[in-house]
């Protein structure tokens, strides 16, 4: 009788629990789901989706100037940069006229746009200058191969604008070899070139990516993927005024360095570790430097496969447009995010992951505005997405110093906050949503055992 008894009880304890324990699981989906899809985990939100007139599927480099109110992308799907209002966060034009349109800075004080274009198969190579009065191009520059007048040269690639000399440095990272241009802005004539061929800088073996000027010594920075010396990549420092290369910055091996970003203030960049020349199985990670010695100041893992890196001044922190994978490597089941990380500490922060836009490649570039800290992420076939941090997280702010006020009084000791990692993001904060399904799923499994000790007793006593 009493085995009779067990197997009854067991069986209506299946019956009961099998059920509510399903129920009970769906219910606490969206807790999880939420932490990777942005909403329950981080303080960023999308705010606004500024559409474009046909949302490009092809695109290469963002870039925004807070002075102009600004924000371009160039659109290799309709052959032009498409312009915003980054004040009112609205579409302003396309400028057409290109014949790929690749890397694009802004000369604000000459109120010019500068956009590298042609494509990589082209014999021609030529940089646009364009006119952010009346959005027409009003300059186009031949850049001719250094090593052979000749040939296949490729695309004028991405560029960056050095404004106390008035120097733009391109690269034709296409080119055999690839080679860096000097353009004088003011007269839109070729300074000087340099190949990177083993003679005059390291032989490239993958092309050339982003360049970024550093205001506090007037240098110029180079992501050079790869050379026959640095097989990870490496920085190289150049001299706009002699036009030379004047330090190499070796990478961690596995870098590949696409994307390049400053933080003026703090004198750091952040690189952005495409690893695609990397062999299979390499973990993903973004590399911090100091700008002044190039010493890797932080190796943070777990955001890579990137092309286009951020610094916004206003808050202090490097935003970063690549990937982020279930094993941790380049060859992973990829999402695509936005990783945020604090410039001061490098302490890897959270992820901005925007539901609908989890595929990796969905968000494709990422530019900030310092004057709002609005960000701006290109969103295949939408549109432009504006994300904010809805919480206002912000560690410092833009503007002059102003003079030393007198000593004030020693305030409260403040409580110690959180121990972060350089390494890891931050655990994400459960939202409301998630505190819902949480207490929604006790409930249940209170019932459940309400519910199951009543049919025990019930069947007990047959």
């Known amino acids: ?57 092809s695109t290469d480099i963002a870039y925004v100037d807070p002075t102009l109110h600004l924000y371009m992308v160039s659109d290799k799907t309709n052959l032009g940069i498409d312009i915003i209002n980054t004040t009112s966060n609205t579409y302003i034009t396309t400028v057409t006229g290109f014949v790929g349109a690749n890397g694009v800075t802004i000369a604000p004080d000459l109120n010019q746009a500068w956009v590298g274009d042609n494509n990589a198969t082209s014999t021609a190579s030529t940089v646009k200058v364009v006119s952010l009065t009346n959005y027409t191009i009003i300059g186009n520059i031949t850049i001719t191969n250094p ?64 360049s970024i000027w550093n205001p506090t010594n007037d240098l110029f920075y180079q992501a050079v993927p790869s050379t026959v010396n640095n097989t990870g990549g490496e920085i190289d420092v150049l001299n706009p005024n002699s036009t030379s290369i004047v330090q190499v910055y070796p990478l961690p091996a596995g870098s590949e360095p696409h994307g390049l970003a400053l933080n003026v203030a703090l ?38 496969g990137t092309d286009e890196v951020w610094s916004n001044a206003a808050d202090s922190r490097f935003y970063v447009c690549g990937k982020i994978t279930l094993d941790g490597t380049n060859n992973g089941s990829a999402l695509g995010a936005i990783a945020v990380i604090d410039a001061t500490s490098g302490i890897y922060l959270e992820n ?111």
Do not use: W
Request: with cysteine; proline share 6%.
């Open 147 to 210: 090593t052979t007048g000749t040939g296949t040269i490729g695309r004028s690639d991405e560029l960056s604008y050095d404004q106390k000399d008035h120097v733009i440095l391109v690269a034709n990272d296409a080119a055999i070899p690839p080679f860096v241009t000097f353009i004088n802005a003011t007269s839109k004539q070729i300074i000087a070139q340099i190949p990177y061929d083993g003679i005059a800088a390291n032989n490239a073996t993958n092309g050339l990516e982003q």
């Open 267 to 304: 004198q750091k960049l952040c690189v952005g570790a495409s690893q695609i020349g990397a062999p299979n199985g390499t973990p993903i990670f973004t590399v911090i430097m100091n700008a002044t010695n190039g010493q890797i100041l932080n190796q943070v893992m777990g955001i890579g």
């Open 1 to 57: 009788m009493s085995i009779l008894r067990n197997k009854v009880k067991r069986n209506s304890i299946k019956k009961i629990l099998v059920p509510l324990a399903l129920i009970a699981l769906m219910m606490t989906m969206p807790m999880f789901e939420g932490a990777n899809a942005q909403t329950a985990g981080s303080s960023y939100g999308l705010i606004k989706i500024i559409a474009l007139p046909k949302a490009p599927a």
């Open 352 to 462: 901005i992951i925007l539901p609908g836009f989890q595929r990796y490649l969905s968000m494709r570039t990422v530019a900030a505005d310092s004057s709002n800290n609005d960000i701006y992420i290109l969103l295949s076939t939408a549109g432009v997405g504006v994300v904010t941090d809805l919480l206002g997280n912000y560690t410092s702010t833009i503007g002059a110093t102003g003079p030393a006020g007198p000593k004030g009084a020693t305030g409260a000791t403040g409580t110690p906050g959180p121990i972060g990692s350089s390494s890891t993001p931050a655990v994400p904060e459960f939202g409301s949503a998630a505190l819902i399904s949480i207490a929604a799923a006790i409930i249940v499994v209170t019932l459940c055992a309400i519910a199951v000790t009543a049919r025990t007793r019930k069947t007990l006593r047959k």
